[in-house]
Every structure is written in C-alpha cells, then in structure tokens.
C-alpha cells in the first residue's frame, strides 16, 4: 500500500453512528456495541499498518543517511586537497590583484604628473 492509501481511505464508522447507542434497549446496544467494537478493531488494524509503514520509512531514511555518511568519510581528505588548492588559488588572486591596482595607482600618477605639465604650458602660453 502506499501513503495515499493510508490517507485516503475512508473509515468504516462515523461520529454520528457512534452516538447512536440507545442506553436503554439491551438488544440494541448488543449489537452496536459489537459494530462498534468491530470498527475499532478495524480502526486498530489500519494504525498498525500505518505504524509499520512508517517504522520501514524510518528505516529507510535512516540507511540512507549512514550510506551518506560512510561515502562522505572517503571523500574527505579529496575535499580537503581541493579545499587547500582553492585556498592557494584565492591568495594569488589576490597578490594579483594588488599587483595590478599598484600598476594603475603609478599609471594614474604618470597621469596626473602629465596633466599638470600640459596646464602649465597652457596657461604659459596665454599668459606670455
């Protein structure tokens, strides 16, 4: 069976009938007392399965996870060297990123240094 099944199945007693026991008629009461033990034991009968059901996806999961675990352990040490490698690879990133922003900061110097001559000749040559 599956979850559906234990979900969706509709129950063989109801609320209502359950609270139809007359407390006087002896003869009555003998006999929905009987169908009412019946529907209990068939209510029963559907939690055991039900209980069992999820006992086996307990199982499941469980075996699983230990199967994750087992296989993760190996791995480990792999994860390990590419965690190093990754680590060796983020510091030369950044040595050469530091590398190339001194670059640009003389470049921008170079600049500044070349802008100031071009004014001073600009303003030379009106002034004069």
Same mark, same amino acid.
């Given at each position: 069976?599956?979850?559906?099944?234990?979900?969706?199945?509709?129950?063989?007693?109801?609320?209502?009938?359950?609270? &139809?026991?007359?407390?006087?008629? &002896?003869?009555?009461?003998?006999?929905?007392?009987?169908?009412?033990?019946?529907?209990?034991?068939?209510? =029963?009968?559907? /939690?055991?399965?039900?209980?069992?059901?999820?006992?086996? %996806?307990?199982?499941?999961? =469980?075996?699983?996870?230990?199967?994750?675990?087992?296989?993760?352990?190996?791995?480990?040490? /792999?994860?390990?060297?590419?965690?190093?490698?990754? %680590?060796?690879?983020?510091?030369?990133?950044?040595?050469?990123?530091?590398?190339?922003?001194?670059?640009?900061?003389?470049?921008?110097?170079? =600049?500044?240094?070349?802008?100031?001559?071009?004014?001073?000749?600009?303003?030379?040559?009106?002034?004069?």
């Amino acid at each position: 069976m599956n979850f559906e099944t234990y979900w969706m199945e509709p129950m063989d007693a109801s609320i209502s009938d359950t609270r &139809n026991v007359e407390t006087g008629n &002896n003869q009555g009461n003998a006999a929905q007392v009987g169908s009412f033990e019946s529907r209990v034991d068939d209510i =029963l009968t559907k /939690v055991d399965k039900l209980e069992q059901r999820v006992n086996e %996806v307990e199982q499941f999961y =469980l075996t699983a996870s230990k199967k994750q675990l087992s296989g993760s352990k190996c791995s480990l040490a /792999v994860k390990d060297k590419d965690k190093e490698r990754h %680590v060796a690879s983020l510091k030369k990133q950044q040595q050469d990123a530091s590398r190339r922003e001194a670059a640009a900061a003389k470049r921008m110097q170079e =600049l500044m240094r070349l802008f100031g001559t071009i004014l001073r000749q600009i303003f030379i040559s009106f002034c004069f």
